[in-house]
């Protein structure tokens, strides 16, 4: 049987691939998309999806937990973990159907396999023992990351990386996570919310490394609320299994050694881009020291008709930023030569217990380079709307340029912090001042009008808070 030959050919289908293939698809050109796992990847099957999907039902238990602040009165909450798993894996399934629905109406073939170059122009795919090859005028590579793992710390029935986390069907008594940053205290904070006793383990002077401190302070005094312990500037060390309980090892700064005892230790200290997994040294494409792929502002790589998006093509590993590249790769490919990644700012969301949500250059970024800003600050204690929830821990902080007023960077904290982080992109994008912010009138009660506060403040000039 002769080789099928396509214009494209995308490897990987999560938010960057699936996206591409789309997008190939809409432009005319002869696309298949090669996926060794599941439609949807990592994002859509053990990542994004079913983490927030996880997520919103332990806030919701929280919330029950607490609903006679407001004259309701609950019983005692229980957790069935099976169905709640069933109703997570639900909800993936939807979204995976309907993006293979997607792929096949705007005429993409589907190939499920594991795929490696073999040509620079074609790949062999190999699946359950058997190999065909792939044709191809142009290529897109997009087969994301895993979890990166330590080797004092093998995964096992009890030990685990984020996508063992995520299918638990029991509440664990306790849990130690090693690593404090975002996939760490998403899930971290997921359990202690169902009723687990949750330990943080973090190598850095900090939890969420890199993201602003005031923001990220209130984040750590909910985990203690909640009775969890965090030890930071602290190294995992091993871990032993006593007594049918897991014993984490650990050594602080100061050279104490700690002993934790926990059901469950999940290990969260980042990802590996999988660059090495498809035969890239085979036809010469470059990968840096970081494991990316090089790639210019069409996401070529340096084999210009081979592309690169997503995890596997640099910082920040993001889902929409994938998704984002995905587009320009597709629409470079097909012909449009003057598409190219054009992002001023790429908002962040993090859906710690409360979220955070950033976007453009934070405060401590600027200081540290020496740059003068002005800041403004909106606390949600003074905000009607999160008053009204029962959500008052939080604020926004509105960076600008002192001379231009044009706003830099956003942060927030706080219940539905991602919700206000469109918008302030969308500022960045445009170039708006956040006297434009100020002067746009938002609507009544509603998250965004802390924005609008926020914007007034850097001036002195807020309504709902005494200006200082």
């Not at 639900?90 to 705007?106: A, E, H, Y």
Request: glycine share 12%; net charge neutral; charged share 20%.
């Amino acid at each position: 049987m002769a080789n099928e030959r396509y214009d494209l050919v995308v490897i990987g289908s999560g938010p960057g691939g699936y996206v591409a293939a789309i997008r190939a698809g809409q432009l005319g050109l002869k696309t298949a998309i090669i996926e060794e796992d599941k439609i949807g990847g990592v994002c859509l099957n053990v990542g994004c999806i079913p983490s927030k999907s996880l997520i919103y039902a332990s806030g919701l238990v929280e919330k029950i937990r607490h609903a006679d602040t407001m004259g309701l009165t609950v019983g005692p909450v229980a957790v069935d973990g099976k169905k709640l798993q069933e109703w997570k894996s639900g909800i993936v399934n939807r979204l995976t159907t309907g993006v293979g629905f997607l792929l096949s109406k705007n005429g993409v073939t589907t190939i499920h396999g594991h795929a490696e170059f073999a040509t620079k122009n074609s790949v062999t795919v190999t699946s359950e023992g058997s190999t065909s090859t792939v044709e191809f005028d142009k290529c897109i590579i997009a087969t994301g990351a895993r979890a990166a793992t330590l080797p004092f710390l093998p995964i096992g029935p009890r030990v685990m990386t984020y996508r063992e986390a995520l299918d638990i069907d029991w509440v664990p008594e306790t849990m130690t996570v090693v690593g404090g940053g975002v996939i760490g205290l998403e899930l971290g904070t997921v359990f202690q919310r169902l009723g687990s006793k949750l330990t943080v383990v973090e190598l850095t002077d900090a939890l969420l490394p890199g993201t602003d401190p005031e923001l990220v302070k209130v984040v750590e005094r909910e985990i203690k609320k909640l009775g969890g312990v965090v030890h930071k500037e602290t190294g995992a060390t091993g871990v032993k299994t006593v007594k049918g309980k897991q014993v984490l090892t650990a050594k602080d700064k100061k050279g104490k050694e700690l002993e934790i005892e926990s059901e469950v230790v999940l290990c969260a200290i980042g990802f590996k881009p999988n660059s090495d997994r498809v035969g890239a040294a085979k036809i010469g494409l470059t990968i840096d020291k970081t494991g990316h792929f090089t790639v210019g502002p069409s996401r070529q790589t340096n084999l210009p008709h081979i592309y690169a998006i997503g995890d596997v093509a640099g910082l920040p590993w993001l889902a929409h930023k994938a998704s984002k590249e995905g587009i320009v790769a597709a629409e470079h490919a097909s012909g449009q030569t003057s598409s190219i990644y054009d992002v001023r700012a790429m908002p962040a969301a993090i859906f710690t217990y409360p979220e955070v949500a950033v976007v453009g250059l934070q405060e401590h970024e600027a200081k540290a380079a020496g740059r003068a800003v002005k800041v403004g600050k909106f606390p949600f204690t003074a905000l009607g709307r999160a008053m009204s929830v029962g959500a008052t821990e939080g604020m926004v902080k509105m960076i600008s340029d002192p001379v231009t007023d044009e706003v830099l960077g956003v942060g927030a904290v706080g219940y539905q912090a991602s919700d206000l982080i469109a918008e302030a992109s969308l500022a960045i994008e445009m170039g708006a001042t956040t006297e434009d912010i100020a002067l746009t009138v938002h609507a009544h009660p509603t998250w965004p009008e802390s924005l609008m506060e926020a914007a007034e403040a850097v001036h002195k000039k807020a309504i709902h808070i005494l200006n200082t």
